[in-house]
């Protein structure tokens, strides 16, 4: 009871923020997508960073570490630590410039104008929303296990919150924050947000390790000195080509719609320089308590049924009640943060890039079509709410969705170099990647459903020097030349479609590049 | 020059990323309880925010900056 009680307490804080921010907002869609582009340097990081961590960070790396081990910090955080800073360094600074100069509220807007393109730009746009809405319905999936999870009585085992109420309370507080503070609303939560789950490893590791029969180096001795559970303290189970190919992977986090946007709505751009710098140290102190504490409760607890509530499972085994709630919260936290950012980008794609894009705005005026997001913004809840009750036994098939949708962002980011950095790339060249990266999830989603792991889909040669082209893996999933992701053969293709149907092709008007390269947009020409 | 040397330096963290030494084994135990892959990942990401503190010394798109005054008048009082 004390948990559920801790939450809808910090659920209440939540709403409060959130109407404070109604009342700042005007009526005009940069506000209430962008906030006005005013967000200041410290606000920009906290809210960046709560965009990009799901809850996925705090309950996912727990889970895989306790199935996979320690190199699950490398391979999915410390490789974000450079990627994710390098890509907001050097594409997220030149889209705010942009933004602020010609007024793009979108990654899509941006491309069209840029390639002078029309209906690829509308391309472009649905396969970053068919990409996006498996991990908004996730999101709210995750936020409803968590509070029917956390809600346990540890005596009879029944739920105080359903799966649906818990699916229903997050997509209410989620829905009724955005539609109400629009980009002002959120971040301003997203401050609350990101502090908490920031908190949230670090109280965990310390109230955990206290409450611990033995001291943590007696768990790590005892795991490594077992021949059966020594690789969760070593990387000797970790295929090295699936922990390079994942270094790809953070690619993606630029490519989000809701990521994008944030970048465009920032005050200055010196906001840009504080968030790259605390970014890794950001990333490390949510996830290495996380990835720490979910090899300890292999050790602790020994096999459990369900490996991403280890970390749920030792909060509740060892830790106050109130403690548990406020942990909970922040685990919450993580969900309804990059939900509510999800939820936004969603809401402004459809009303700048389709309903503003195809005569909406001339046709109702700037007042409606805030109207429209708002009003897009329940519908779109409202429906993955759904989804998320009506599957809930086929959650996994999100989650595989999400993992591709990650490799599909990660593939889309040579467009967007490609429109910030070469003059000479062409609409052609961002629409044959395009539809490449949604052929290859495509295929990929047939060939993984169609075949059962080890099946060997493509291989050149014969015998033991036969080199595996594409087969599924052990896992099931499908693998790229004897062991890498599939983002590794979706990115390179991506880059030679880009470079190839560019070259032959014709480049957009004089006048557009100079529009975009004779700017302060990009470096001046040495 | 300064451009290459940075371009090198960020080539040389992200090799670094791939600690293949360190695969197979978990001791030394950093602190008593870190085991060494662990440990260097957490270094490493300690690391990246040097690296990107570098960046932004000697390679921070100054340029963009004329951008600032656009829309400075816009302020709401969101920010911090």
Known sequence: ?526 | MKKFLLFLLIALVYGAHQDLWNWNKAEPLVCGFLPAGLAYHAGYSVVCAGLMAVLVKFAWPKHLEAEEDRGADKDSGTGS
């Open chain 1, 1 to 526: 009871m004390i948990p559920v009680i801790v939450i809808f307490a910090y659920l209440a804080v939540i709403a409060f923020i959130g109407s404070i921010a109604y009342k700042r907002g005007k009526d005009n869609t940069e506000d209430f997508f962008l906030a006005s582009r005013s967000i200041g340097s410290m606000v920009f990081f906290l809210s960046l960073f709560a965009t990009n961590m799901t809850a996925f960070a705090i309950l996912g790396s727990s889970g895989q570490a306790y199935r996979r081990g320690i190199g699950i910090y490398g391979m999915m955080a410390s490789s974000s630590c450079l990627v994710i800073p390098l890509t907001i360094f050097f594409i997220g600074t030149r889209l705010w410039a942009l933004g602020k100069k010609f007024g793009h509220q979108t990654q899509v807007s941006f491309f069209r104008d840029r390639w002078e393109c029309n209906h690829i730009g509308t391309a472009i746009f649905a396969l970053s929303a068919a990409m996006l809405v498996p991990y908004m319905i996730i999101s709210i999936m995750g936020g409803g296990t968590v509070l029917h999870d956390i809600s346990v009585n540890p005596e009879t085992h029944d739920s105080l919150i359903s799966y649906p109420l818990g699916c229903a309370t997050v997509a209410v507080v989620v829905t009724a924050n955005v539609f109400f503070g629009g980009m002002r609303g959120t971040v301003w939560v997203n401050i609350f947000q990101t502090i908490l789950f920031l908190l949230f490893g670090l109280v965990a590791v310390a109230v955990i390790s206290h409450a611990l029969p033995l001291g943590f180096s007696d768990y790590i001795g005892k795991l490594a000195g077992d021949e059966k559970s020594r690789f969760l303290v070593t990387r000797e189970k970790m295929p090295p080509q699936v922990f390079w190919s994942y270094t790809l992977i953070p690619l993606s986090s630029i490519m989000f719609p809701h990521m994008a946007m944030m970048c465009f709505s920032a005050r200055r751009v010196t906001a840009f320089k504080r968030t790259v710098i605390a970014y890794p140290i950001a990333i490390m102190v949510i996830w290495l308590p996380c990835v720490f504490l979910g090899v300890m409760g292999f050790a602790a607890l020994g096999k459990i049924q369900d490996p991403d509530g280890v970390l749920l499972r030792l909060l509740h085994d060892y830790s106050p009640a109130w403690l548990a709630g406020i942990l909970g919260a922040g685990i919450i936290s993580a969900v309804m943060g990059s939900d509510a950012h999800q939820v936004l980008a969603m809401s402004t794609m459809f009303t700048k890039d389709v309903f503003a894009h195809y005569g909406g705005r001339e046709r109702f005026g700037e007042h409606r079509a805030v109207h429209f997001a708002r009003g897009f913004i329940v519908v779109v809840t409202v429906i993955a709410y759904l989804v998320a009750l009506r599957l809930k036994e086929k959650q996994g098939i999100f989650e595989i969705a999400v993992r591709y949708a990650f490799s599909g962002f990660a593939a889309l980011s040579p467009v967007m170099v490609a429109a910030l950095f070469w003059k000479r790339s062409t609409k052609w060249g961002a629409l044959a990647a395009t539809l490449f990266v949604a052929a290859f999830l495509v295929w990929t989603a047939l060939m993984q459903s169609g075949h059962k792991a080890g099946d060997v889909l493509w291989q050149i040669g014969a015998g033991k020097d036969a080199l595996k082209v594409f087969f599924l893996n052990p896992t099931g999933d499908v693998a790229f030349c004897n062991g890498y992701m599939t983002v590794v053969p979706m990115v390179l293709g991506s880059i030679l479609c880009v470079l190839l149907f560019s070259l032959a092709t014709r480049p957009p008007a004089r006048a557009t590049i100079d529009k975009y390269f004779a700017t302060t947009a990009f470096p001046p020409a040495t």
